[in-house]
């Protein structure tokens, strides 16, 4: 069964200093796509970034990258320069293909606040 | 750019009574789905639904749980009598041919039942 782990229930960073959120992930597949939400106060669902695990290289999107370590089976969240807008909660969530068709499976979530 | 909208955003109702949940998907999107997020817990999937037919559904979509997408743009997710745990924010998600791509959310209902 695939499980995804967050085991930060709550980080807090201050503004412009960077903060490395954790995700772990268990799975028997060789292809899956791994992502980071975001969900505000507004409880909007909202795709920060995305990773094929295929890719060796870490995606990037602007001050938000990861560090995907496929063999430990980990992907972490960094987000740089922090600013007061990044405080959400933040989900890892992962898919695979096959029979599930794209079904997400997310973590418990991660609570970030941001101090001025 | 094009959006995931839900409607409505808050819907408050009584145990026992029947709710239907719209969504109007991202136009050129063929894979949709129905999660729920209780308050305070971890988003889980509901079902999934591809060619106006059902794809997989979670141990928590019973009998009670039905979709339809009724006019090829609205997906509609119907509660048939309401239970006080059916409480929660309930988003839809799209995303288009390629069932890998990234699934985009709309901006969520939440259900009150009383």
């Known amino acids: ?116 | 750019e094009p959006e995931v909208t839900q409607t409505p955003s808050h819907q408050v109702t009584q145990m026992g009574q029947e709710v239907i949940l719209r969504c109007v998907p991202i136009s050129n999107h063929l894979y949709f789905y129905w999660y729920r997020q209780i308050l305070g817990q971890k988003v889980e999937f509901l079902v999934s639904f591809y060619n106006n037919e059902i794809s997989e559904k979670s141990e928590i979509f019973d009998d009670q749980f039905s979709v339809e997408r009724p006019d090829g743009s609205n997906f509609t997710l119907k509660i048939r009598s309401t239970k006080l745990e059916d409480s929660a924010m309930y988003f839809c998600a799209s995303h288009p041919t390629k069932f890998t791509d990234t699934q985009y959310f709309g901006p969520g209902t939440r259900l009150t039942v009383l």
């Open chain 1, 1 to 116: 069964a695939q499980t995804v782990t967050q085991s930060q229930p709550e980080m807090s960073v201050q503004e412009a200093e960077t903060v490395t959120l954790s995700c772990t992930y268990d799975t028997s597949e060789s292809d899956y796509y791994l992502f980071w939400y975001k969900q505000p106060p507004s409880r909007q669902m909202i795709l920060v970034i995305r990773q094929e695990a295929y890719k060796q290289q870490n995606a990037t999107e602007n001050r938000f990258s990861v560090n995907f370590q496929k063999a430990a089976k980990s992907f972490s969240l960094k987000i740089s320069d922090s600013q007061l807008g990044d405080a959400a909660m933040y989900f890892c969530a992962y898919c695979t293909g096959g029979s599930t068709l794209g079904r997400l499976y997310f973590g418990r979530g991660t609570q970030l606040t941001v101090w001025p």
